[in-house]
């Protein structure tokens, strides 16, 4: 890795270290992030490894906590959710002005305790849906591994071979379980 700063080409040390994060108008610690350290000059190239998860815990810990949402907060969640303003607005306010938003987001105002209240909800829902996105995500992922293991599996097998029953025991029992920890979806090609 190439360092961003003195353009040398030395290996980044990565080194495990404790980085303040400041979002939504709060401080975190980030504990034990590995971070590239160019040996010439010090520079840390800091990346944050799943972001997106970081931040649905930040919204998570936003919609929990039973006192009102402040400025920065408000601007997170509106933020996290992926709406503009009037989006934002046209969602939890029936007040006719735009600037409504940019008031509460800025602490020139604050939403009243309904709309707060819808807010969060709104939060819980997107971060419902997110959740379902990732384990679906999640799920193509390990399905993929599953093939590609079962692939590397049958590599060496030719699969007319293996249906017409020409393959010893040992492969079989082998294969089945596989199949069996896998729950893979080649079982139906075992039982062909």
């Given at each position: 890795?190439?360092?961003?700063?003195?353009?040398?080409?030395?290996?980044?040390?990565?080194?495990?270290?404790?980085?303040?994060?400041?979002?939504?108008?709060?401080?975190?610690?980030?504990?034990?992030?590995?971070?590239?350290?160019?040996?010439?000059?010090?520079?840390?190239?800091?990346v944050?490894?799943?972001?997106?998860?970081?931040?649905?815990?930040?919204?998570?810990?936003?919609?929990s906590?039973v006192?009102?949402?402040?400025?920065?907060?408000?601007?997170?969640?509106?933020?996290?959710?992926?709406?503009?303003?009037?989006?934002?607005?046209?969602?939890?306010?029936?007040?006719?002005?735009?600037?409504?938003?940019?008031?509460?987001e800025?602490?020139?105002?604050?939403?009243?305790?309904?709309?707060?209240?819808?807010?969060?909800?709104?939060?819980?829902?997107?971060?419902?849906?997110?959740?379902?996105?990732?384990?679906?995500?999640?799920?193509?992922?390990?399905?993929?591994?599953?093939?590609?293991?079962?692939?590397?599996?049958?590599?060496p097998?030719?699969?007319?071979?293996?249906?017409?029953?020409?393959?010893?025991?040992?492969?079989?029992?082998a294969?089945?379980?596989?199949?069996?920890y896998?729950?893979?979806?080649?079982?139906?090609?075992?039982?062909?």
């Amino acid at each position: 890795m190439k360092c961003s700063e003195c353009d040398s080409k030395p290996t980044m040390k990565k080194v495990a270290e404790t980085i303040p994060y400041t979002i939504a108008g709060m401080e975190f610690q980030l504990k034990g992030l590995k971070v590239p350290t160019c040996p010439e000059c010090g520079n840390k190239e800091i990346v944050i490894p799943a972001i997106k998860n970081l931040h649905m815990v930040v919204a998570e810990i936003l919609v929990s906590q039973v006192s009102d949402l402040k400025g920065p907060q408000i601007k997170f969640l509106r933020k996290f959710m992926r709406l503009n303003q009037q989006q934002f607005h046209s969602l939890v306010s029936d007040n006719p002005s735009d600037a409504v938003v940019s008031r509460w987001e800025n602490d020139k105002t604050s939403p009243g305790y309904p709309t707060l209240l819808l807010i969060k909800k709104l939060v819980q829902e997107k971060i419902l849906e997110d959740q379902k996105e990732f384990e679906r995500i999640a799920d193509q992922i390990q399905k993929a591994e599953t093939a590609a293991k079962l692939d590397e599996f049958l590599a060496p097998l030719s699969l007319k071979e293996f249906l017409n029953g020409q393959q010893e025991c040992g492969n079989r029992k082998a294969l089945s379980k596989f199949l069996t920890y896998t729950g893979s979806a080649y079982v139906q090609v075992r039982a062909g």
